[in-house]
């Protein structure tokens, strides 16, 4: 029973670059969330989507930033034209469809993203 | 806005004491509190979580206690072990349809042998 899947696990960018994150939840999840954690501290919301949809997306910088999560596949985070700042772990969580545990958020293993 | 502070930011302890982490919430339509433990370089772990209409919830050496009137929740945890060191992260769910979780700013918790 593979739990959340993250790739890559560590990735590269030179500024100006684009960066693209993937995130496969849980089997049976159809909620899935993204976060950001900068080095030494917490994780910030930055959006929600189910199938085909985006429920939140108040936590997503206005420019640069996109999220999706199709019909088929995984979904990805998208950072257009990466900047140091970006630098970051960004960390994806699933949550179970059943509305009683619709709660539960299990987190994959994070993409650490480094912007020289 | 929607806040969770959490304290303390670091706390040492020896091997066997206890340990308490304190969190305090500002959104009263929170309803689901999870704990998360986050070792250096790994994932957050869900160790335990509570639900609005539980004052109390248990699971070996961690427990967990929840104050609603207040806006505060806290965990426990009895006879740590040196396997216990890690951030501590806790978390209240935002309510409504989205249940995005506000993090509190972790507590690095250090259980000396």
């Known amino acids: 029973n593979a739990g959340v899947m993250q790739n890559p696990r560590h990735l590269v960018r030179r500024r100006g670059q684009e960066a693209r994150l993937r995130c496969s939840p849980m089997?049976?999840?159809?909620?899935v969330y993204w976060y950001r954690q900068l080095p030494e501290e917490g994780l910030k919301f930055m959006v929600y989507?189910?199938?085909?949809?985006?429920?939140?997306e108040s936590g997503m910088p206005k420019e640069r930033f996109s999220a999706e999560f199709p019909k088929e596949g995984p979904s990805i985070l998208r950072i257009q034209q990466v900047v140091r700042g970006d630098s970051a772990a960004y960390f994806c969580a699933s949550s179970p469809t059943s509305s009683l545990f619709k709660n539960e958020q299990f987190f994959g293993p994070g993409t650490r993203l480094t912007v020289l | 806005g929607e806040n969770v502070e959490q304290h303390p930011s670091t706390l040492s302890v020896q091997e066997g004491d206890s340990a308490v982490i304190k969190c305090t919430y500002s959104d009263s339509a929170s309803n689901y509190f999870p704990w998360y433990k986050q070792e250096l370089g790994k994932r957050p772990q869900l160790i335990i979580d509570i639900r609005s209409n539980v004052g109390e919830k248990k699971d070996q050496r961690i427990a967990v206690t929840l104050n609603k009137t207040a806006k505060h929740f806290s965990l426990h945890i009895t006879e740590t072990q040196p396997e216990d060191s890690a951030v501590y992260f806790c978390?209240?769910?935002?309510?409504?349809?989205?249940?995005?979780?506000?993090f509190g700013t972790g507590t690095l918790l250090a259980v000396q042998p």
């Open positions: 989507l189910q199938k085909e949809n985006i429920i939140d």
């Open positions: 089997k049976g999840h159809s909620h």
């Open positions: 978390a209240a769910s935002s309510g409504g349809a989205t249940n995005k979780l506000i």
